[in-house]
């Protein structure tokens, strides 16, 4: 209630304030601006700084789907905690995610525009996205919905690089990445945040977490608009270019509550509502629009049933809507495409004498809509059952599973995984993995009109990787070599085909550490994704990946102040599967500052793209230039 009262003061003092101005946009930016300006004149006490130290043993439970430390996974595993997202102002979810190694991204023109993940040069399709174990995405697109999803609701990440097909089923070929929300706390935990920003950037949050040791709960909302920039440029294809300034609304909220029931058993409830408007480029004249919808509600309740004998039971539905309000090309269909998935998870983990033992059965139910004609076929159900065994003895561990998937349109599939790990000395250790993966098509892929191949099969991967990681005390190296191949993958664009055979291989190099005041990390990859079909393409590279990448990013941290830098840098790659649309390489530096200035106050300012570089990950879409970004966050300690 106290965090909901400021937030409603902020709004209330910008519309008395400027009562002609609109409310959405511009009382953000006076709102933000006037609660800067007040906490400047608080009294200043040294504190702890925002930025937290890696944790080399944060544990994690994505990678064999029960927890583990992430030194215990066999897996290439990162987890992103709160700090980390908050040092990502002005940033989209997914350029933040691409600042971890092994990820590339692209983006047709800033937040709330189309963005795609390649994780190990993978297709975007081959990511699977999980928000507190519940599937998101769209099931006509075939891909993630990461573009809409509030940085503000986000407590963790955890990113597993590698096939979980075993696990998780269809679309987990190069990873999965798993979201969780913020959660309750006992006692009361309110928080707020003000920022402004470039692009007359405003954004407003507040939240709470709560609980009484019993029942627990987090409320968290969020409001963002900026006017961006122009999203296109004159080389953009099919006279799409349009210079107007391309800009992003979006309003979220998230609501999750829990409350114990006898000793060891916990029943868990989950809303998220994010809905946005995005302005984008299709041609001269009117002015594009869209609004974008992402909804996830859960029930989950688990607990202990016999002694070694853990149970957990979610009933979830997720939507994924995109809705074409405004279009300046008449091919495009105005209307709603929607993707609803509804979810039925029974997972079970049993102790044995040689680890712990994972079994688990799942439906899901996918409905798709679309405007003017309806796909020819607009649902698919899939019935899954699942088997793990993960454990350790002396100095080796393993990881095993198999998954079985009826697909009501293209059968069985069946996927599988096996890793062994083994440590020979206190700091060194290496790892080895093999599993197998699909992605079933998406509608879009099989139905849309006059694009649609309705005789496609699912792709099928297989990937081999081995590594030798070294953890001393504040520092962690790991070296991992991947060879994944993919058959009948689908080619993009229209009337898609199934291509025999594509192939990636690569090596990741990575580092995290600390000495005295500085944290560092920095992380090398060399991929090779390329199409191994003889034909015209045999041997180009995947269209919008880059062969070599490098990032890097330092902090200073000394009391209640934190300085920090970060440096990407990206080699040549193409946008087209043909290799002739060239996308020049190019390198970024972002700079940050953090102060708390009271115990519960703090400042943060942040440079993007220091060097003002232009460059396009899309041929055609523009990318942000420098960009300037200060936020005011409250968070009693």
Not at 506 to 517: A, F, H, I, N
């Amino acid at each position: 209630m106290r965090c909901a009262l400021q937030l409603a003061c902020l709004r209330s003092s910008a519309s008395s304030l400027f009562p002609a101005v609109s409310l959405s946009r511009s009382s953000l930016l006076v709102a933000a601006l006037a609660a800067s300006l007040g906490l400047a004149a608080a009294p200043s006490r040294a504190q702890s700084p925002l930025v937290a130290v890696p944790s080399l043993d944060a544990v994690v439970v994505t990678a064999t789907r029960s927890p583990m430390r992430v030194d215990e996974a066999i897996a290439d595993v990162t987890v992103i905690d709160r700090a980390g997202i908050e040092r990502s102002e002005g940033q989209s979810l997914i350029e933040m995610l691409a600042r971890e190694s092994g990820i590339q991204f692209s983006s047709s023109g800033g937040l709330g525009k189309t963005g795609s993940l390649f994780i190990r040069g993978h297709e975007p399709r081959h990511t699977l996205l999980l928000i507190d174990g519940v599937r998101v995405g769209s099931a006509t697109a075939g891909t993630p919905s990461i573009d809409n999803l509030p940085l503000d609701s986000i407590d963790r990440i955890e990113i597993v690089r590698g096939p979980l097909s075993s696990l998780y089923g269809s679309d987990a070929v190069g990873g999965v990445i798993q979201i969780f929300t913020r959660r309750g706390q006992e006692g009361f935990h309110p928080n707020a945040h003000a920022a402004v920003g470039s692009h007359r950037y405003g954004r407003l949050g507040g939240g709470a977490a709560f609980g009484d040791g019993r029942f627990d709960g987090a409320l968290q909302v969020q409001t963002l608009d900026t006017d961006g920039f122009s999203a296109t440029n004159a080389r953009v294809p099919f006279g799409n270019f349009n210079p107007d300034r391309d800009g992003f609304e979006q309003n979220a909220a998230n609501l999750r509550l829990g409350t114990k029931l006898g000793e060891s058993w916990r029943l868990e409830g989950l809303l998220l509502e994010s809905r946005g408007e995005v302005q984008y480029d299709d041609g001269p004249g009117a002015d594009a629009r869209a609004r974008l919808r992402t909804a996830v509600q859960s029930l989950q309740a688990g607990g202990r049933v016999l002694d070694g004998w853990h149970t957990k039971l979610i009933a979830a539905h997720s939507v994924d809507s995109y809705d074409t309000v405004a279009t300046a090309n008449p091919f495009y269909d105005l209307g709603v495409i929607e993707t609803s998935q509804k979810q039925f998870t029974w997972e079970n983990t049993f102790a044995t004498p040689l680890g712990t033992a994972l079994a688990l059965l799942e439906r899901l139910d996918q409905d798709v809509s679309r405007p003017a004609a309806p796909f020819a076929l607009s649902d698919r159900r899939i019935d899954a059952v699942a088997l793990g065994l993960s454990g350790s003895a002396a100095d080796h561990s393993w990881q095993a599973s198999v998954r079985n998937d009826r697909n009501s349109q293209f059968g069985n599939q069946t996927t599988g995984s096996l890793g062994w790990g083994y440590a020979f000395s206190p700091a060194w250790s290496v790892g080895a993995s093999y599993g197998t993966s699909f992605v079933a098509p998406s509608f879009n892929q099989l139905y849309y009109p006059g694009f649609g191949n309705p005789n496609l099969k699912p792709e099928e991967g297989k990937e081999t990787e081995l590594s030798l990681a070294w953890r001393s005390g504040g520092h962690a190296v790991r070296a991992a070599w991947f060879d994944s191949r993919i058959r009948s993958f689908i080619s993009s664009g229209p009337a898609p085909v199934n291509i025999p055979r594509t192939r990636i291989d690569g090596v990741t190099l990575s580092y995290e550490g600390r000495w005295s005041d500085f944290v560092f990390g920095a992380s090398l990859d060399r991929i090779d994704p390329r199409n191994e079909t003889h034909g015209a393409s045999f041997g180009k590279q995947l269209p919008r990946r880059s062969r070599v990448a490098f990032k890097t990013h330092a902090d200073w941290i000394r009391g209640p102040w934190s300085l920090g830098a970060t440096w990407a840098a990206y080699s040549d790659r193409f946008d087209d599967a043909a290799n002739a649309r060239p996308l020049p390489g190019y390198g970024t530096v972002d700079l940050r500052a953090d102060w708390r200035f009271t115990r519960d106050w703090s400042v943060g300012a942040r440079l993007n793209n220091v060097g003002d570089k232009a460059y396009e990950t899309v041929f055609g879409y523009d990318q942000p230039r420098r960009e300037a970004f200060l936020v005011v966050r409250y968070e009693p300690r």
